[in-house]
């Protein structure tokens, strides 16, 4: 058991920073997802005997590693590659000798995985995959795509860094370009890991840390970037009231409802010096936007003042600049709180079905509207709805208070 919680922890920790360290020097995203996998699996085996080693990392890397030069000599792979292998071989064994860790290279492959050459559609799920570690079922249905699909759209994408002999090396110009495509990987993580705040899944749970980690490399590596500041400016907002959305027992616990004083002002902080920064620049986006309506949020409840109109101005704005369904439910709700919830709901209704159907807050607030309407039967459907469509237990059972009480 103990092995077996090592080898998961390795996994969850290191998998992304060992894949892109790899395929960095390898250049076959493929051939190192076997690779690393079948150290995984010799890990299992060989630690029950050998002991957990003192630098897991290390030790998977090297198996990783021998592995792919075993492929090069085999004629699985280029010359060059094997090449690079080989001269990899003696860096890792130097760093193994010195207890160092490896160079986290995920950001690096980040950008790889935006290349202009890559299909658009297989970018931000590449990342995800190859360096999040996110499975490939979760990301077919946070892209409402068909599992089988996106595996496809996988496959093609990581054959073509391949084939078309993709260089690793960050280029001197043409990141902005990509930038987009890394803010929405990071950004889609990071929601991946708030949406897992109590769950079972630690690696889910733990992607939050690891995409402000990469936002804040994204802001160093471009500072001239308003957006790169925007998405860390709106994850550390978010992150700031994550001790918040839950009580004592576990149970959720609305913004509305959370205490401030568990908000943490350390991520307050850096998320504001970051907002300003981009704000001041003037190239208003998708993700200053969002940070501009967490920030507003954040400060009513500090001052205690209402300025649901800065908000819903603010979703206006955003509606304009990167219309989306969930976009569009916030705002019918921030209306609501403007000229009430008549207002709200029939903001609701002008949603075109085919994407509120299947969105969950949609008909959780649906429900609110209607029970405020004191149309009763028509918000219990609606909770009925939400429930149903709710993965967290706690909101699934805070949901079910508002509909028995509707």
Same mark, same amino acid.
């Given at each position: ?36 996998? %079948?150290? /995984? ?7 029950? #005997? ?6 897991? +990392?290390?030790? $998977? *890397? ?80 946070? /892209? ?25 090396? *960050? ?38 840390? +690891? ?47 959370? =205490? ?8 307050? #902080? +850096? ?56 976009? $569009? ?16 709901? %029939?903001?609701?209704? =002008? ?46 059972? /805070? *949901?079910?208070?508002? *509909?028995?009480?509707?």
């Amino acid at each position: 058991m103990e092995v077996r919680v090592a080898v998961e922890r390795a996994a969850q920790d290191s998998y992304g920073k060992l894949l892109a360290y790899l395929a960095s020097r390898s250049r076959d995203v493929e051939a190192v997802e076997d690779a690393l996998s %079948e150290a /995984f699996v010799a890990a299992l085996e060989s630690w029950h #005997g050998s002991g957990i080693p003192k630098n897991p +990392e290390a030790w $998977l *890397l090297t198996s990783a590693r021998n592995r792919l030069t075993d492929m090069g000599r085999r004629g699985q792979m280029k010359e060059r590659v094997h090449q690079s292998l080989v001269a990899a071989a003696s860096e890792v064994q130097s760093m193994a000798k010195r207890d160092a860790e490896f160079p986290d290279e995920r950001l690096k492959l980040l950008f790889i995985c935006a290349h202009p050459a890559i299909d658009e559609a297989a970018r931000t799920p590449l990342m995800l995959q190859t360096v999040l570690n996110v499975p490939a079922n979760k990301i077919a249905s946070a /892209f409402l795509v068909a599992p089988a699909t996106m595996s496809q759209r996988l496959v093609r994408a990581k054959r073509k860094i391949r084939d078309a002999g993709i260089s690793f090396d *960050l280029p001197d110009s043409g990141l902005e370009e990509r930038v987009t495509n890394v803010l929405d990987a990071i950004y889609a993580a990071y929601g991946t890991g708030w949406d897992h705040l109590q769950g079972a899944d630690a690696h889910m749970g733990g992607l939050s840390a +690891e995409a402000i980690y990469l936002g804040r490399l994204v802001v160093e590596l471009l500072p001239k970037v308003p957006e790169a500041k925007g998405l860390l400016a709106l994850m550390l907002l978010c992150q700031a009231r994550r001790e918040a959305r839950r009580d004592q027992d576990g149970q959720y616990v609305p913004f509305s409802e959370q =205490d401030p004083k568990l908000w943490s002002t350390d991520f307050m #902080g +850096e998320a504001e010096r970051n907002l300003e920064a981009a704000v001041s620049m003037k190239q208003p986006g998708r993700y200053q936007l969002e940070a501009c309506i967490q920030s507003a949020h954040i400060d009513r409840r500090l001052t205690g003042r209402e300025n649901w109109e800065d908000v819903l101005a603010l979703y206006e704005g955003l509606l304009y600049v990167a219309p989306s369904v969930g976009a $569009l439910v916030n705002r019918a709700s921030a209306l609501a709180e403007v000229n009430g919830a008549s207002a709200g709901l %029939e903001a609701l209704e =002008d949603i075109e079905v085919e994407f509120s159907e299947s969105y969950q807050p949609y008909w959780a607030l649906r429900g609110h509207l209607l029970n405020q309407l004191g149309r009763g039967d028509e918000a219990r459907v609606a909770y009925e709805r939400a429930i149903g469509m709710s993965e967290d237990p706690a909101v699934r059972s /805070f *949901l079910t208070e508002k *509909l028995n009480n509707s």
